[in-house]
């Protein structure tokens, strides 16, 4: 078999292509082409954003939603009766928050004036209203203690 280094190279690539691999099932060197691996790849990667859901259902203006109080990343999902004219998130204690933990939030319908309590943290473009099916996400960040608007 030659050096690799010896070998022609290519700019472009095709699914039926082939790369030598060691096959440890049969104890030799074998071929595969890049669909297989590619097939491969698909099949045994995980791209899963492992957030907790918490659901809420508020029924009236004024209303407070306490987000789970841990360092879990969290999709709230709000689903509340109406649109109401105030509501409040509180965000988890700044005890409990980890790095690049991150908070999801819906909303199905529109809260006029929104509140998001930093419990202890700080927060960097939060939010002040939602339109119906909106949604906004924050990271938190350990250094500074703070949760920031990204998306």
Not at 55 to 72: E, K, L, M, Q, R
Not at 75 to 95: D, Q, R
Request: charged content about 10%; aromatic content about 8%.
């Amino acid at each position: 078999m030659s050096n690799i280094n010896q070998l022609t190279a290519v700019d472009t690539v095709s699914g039926t292509d082939q790369l030598p691999i060691y096959s440890s099932v049969s104890g030799d060197a074998r071929k595969a082409a890049l669909s297989v691996l590619l097939a491969y790849m698909q099949a045994n990667i995980s791209t899963a954003d492992n957030k907790v859901t918490q659901y809420a259902a508020p029924s009236a203006t004024g209303f407070s939603v306490a987000i789970t109080d841990s360092s879990a990343s969290i999709w709230l999902v709000l689903t509340p009766v109406a649109g109401y004219a105030a509501g409040t998130i509180v965000l988890p204690a700044v005890a409990n928050c980890i790095d690049k933990q991150e908070i999801l939030v819906n909303s199905t319908q529109s809260i006029t004036t929104l509140t998001i309590t930093a419990n202890g943290s700080n927060v960097t473009g939060a939010p002040t209203t939602m339109a119906a099916n909106a949604f906004f996400r924050l990271r938190f960040e350990a250094v500074t203690d703070t949760w920031y608007r990204v998306g």
